[in-house]
């Protein structure tokens, strides 16, 4: 039996998962970091926090493995999060700027209208991605020994010393040209980056470099994926045309396209879906949501309605409907199709009837709407009519959210039998590049499905949802 682990540095935790060669779960560990707000919109992490907590779940999961020996390491990140660290003392220089925050929404307009980088990168110019935020990072802390990058070139670095970021994460920096899987200098000099701060891109599955620190010293780092990326690979969407959701913080919606870049103009993003050694990239579409399972968390944590997440499920089922109350949780502002920074979260439809009940059921619904408005608009622009939509992510365990979620759409939502896909897909990239795993037919061969959900609604119902829902949004624009 072979053995790989697969490190998920998230946007609320970093865990660490073990995995043998039937792709089953041996062992995990996990560790929740800090979210730091230092102002209205701005969102940090302490990236050193994050490095103690991502060596401290490695051993507690090989301890509960029984210290296997390893094949391979695969890693998946949050993604846009972007950190400086001094080449010279491996520090963090100030605290990580996460995907969620908005401060550079102010000076946006400086670098020109929404789609000046659209058809190098497949981005809109929004505060979402890695390049506002680096510059921003350089203009305010004043270092002569830079190191810049994503979660995992932080972790790869930690790790073997060497500075890499693989296609994918590098996809969402606005900084590498989707044709040329490089950096490009023409984005670099908009933004005024220096190219050898930057680290070398690589493919998503093969080797990188051997772990140099901590019990998987002289394991290869083989592969990296940003998470929704990984996902889509544990969800074994191989083929053009298949999609999957995974519902956490945020919520993504990913459809492979093949080895072919396909233009978005309605608010979809266009990314690298994954590359293998050697072999061309494949590329996807993409919606995000920014917020999905972060508005249970805010339910719990600044509202105090519920005491646990998983409490919002009970709460949302003792009533049949929101009570006529809706919830667009804009907290950094509106991400895909509507690309709005503006945006400012609403409760609309309050009255003297509505209770904690349905607050919880409208929180559920909201990512359910937020998913809707994403996957009309993949439908319009693939071609590409969904029939199915396969779920994954730690807001799955939720069933009365699939059931929503499956009314909301009117198509079939499908769970498989591992739901966390996102870890998944980073052991499966770096055992295909070390021979835990001969070929892709053998990863799909591991897909099951555990269960299905089919649509309660009617039609007039799903419309008037959607009318309700459509006309909240509109609430969260200035």
């Not at 970021?165 to 005024?192: K, Q």
């Not at 394991?219 to 544990?234: F, T």
């Amino acid at each position: 039996m072979s053995y790989v682990v697969a490190i998920d540095q998230g946007t609320t935790s970093s865990r660490c998962f073990v995995f043998d060669s039937a792709g089953a779960i041996v062992a995990f560990d996990q560790r929740e970091h800090r979210q730091i707000f230092p102002r209205p919109g701005w969102v940090e992490h302490d990236a050193n926090e994050i490095w103690h907590n991502v060596r401290a779940v490695v051993t507690a999961a090989l301890d509960k493995a029984g210290n296997p020996a390893v094949s391979a390491v695969g890693i998946t990140n949050q993604r846009e999060t972007t950190m400086l660290w001094d080449s010279v003392t491996s520090e963090p220089i100030g605290n990580a700027i996460v995907w969620q925050d908005t401060r550079t929404a102010s000076v946006l307009a400086d670098y020109g209208d929404i789609d000046t980088f659209r058809e190098a990168t497949g981005l809109p110019l929004a505060t979402y991605f890695s390049a506002p935020k680096l510059r921003w990072l350089l203009d305010h802390h004043r270092h002569t020994s830079v190191m810049a990058g994503t979660m995992d070139s932080w972790l790869i670095y930690k790790l073997t010393g060497r500075h890499a970021t693989d296609v994918t994460n590098a996809s969402r920096t606005m900084l590498m040209n989707l044709s040329t899987l490089d950096w490009d200098p023409s984005l670099l000099s908009a933004f005024g980056i220096d190219r050898a701060i930057l680290p070398s891109i690589v493919p998503s599955s093969g080797p990188i470099a051997e772990i140099t620190t901590g019990p998987l010293r002289g394991v290869p780092i083989a592969g990296v994926l940003g998470d929704q990326q990984a996902a889509l690979m544990g969800q074994a969407c191989f083929d053009v045309g298949e999609a999957k959701c995974t519902y956490g913080t945020g919520a993504f919606l990913l459809l492979n396209t093949g080895t072919s870049p396909v233009a978005s103009r309605r608010g979809l993003v266009t990314t690298v879906g994954y590359q293998l050694a050697g072999q061309p990239a494949v590329y996807a579409l993409e919606g995000s949501v920014a917020v999905a399972g972060a508005l249970v968390q805010w339910l719990r944590d600044n509202l105090g309605i519920i005491s646990t997440a998983a409490q919002v499920n009970e709460l949302a089922a003792a009533v049949p409907d929101n009570g006529g109350c809706t919830i667009v949780p804009a907290f950094s502002g509106l991400f895909a199709p509507y690309w709005r920074p503006d945006a400012r979260g609403v409760i609309s439809g309050l009255t003297g009837y509505v209770t904690k009940a349905h607050l919880a059921r409208a929180a559920l619904e909201a990512t359910a709407h937020q998913v809707r408005d994403v996957a009309s608009v993949m439908a319009q622009e693939s071609g590409v009519a969904m029939e199915t939509l396969n779920v994954d992510g730690g807001m799955t365990a939720s069933e009365l959210l699939l059931q929503i979620q499956a009314d909301v759409l009117g198509v079939e939502v499908v769970r498989p039998t591992i739901t966390e896909t996102t870890v998944l897909g980073a052991a499966y990239a770096a055992g295909l590049a070390t021979g835990v795993w001969p070929d892709l037919p053998t990863l799909r061969a591991h897909w099951k499905a555990d269960r299905r959900w089919q649509p309660s609604t009617d039609d007039t119902a799903r419309e008037t949802a959607a009318a309700q829902w459509a006309a909240a949004v509109q609430k969260t624009l200035p």
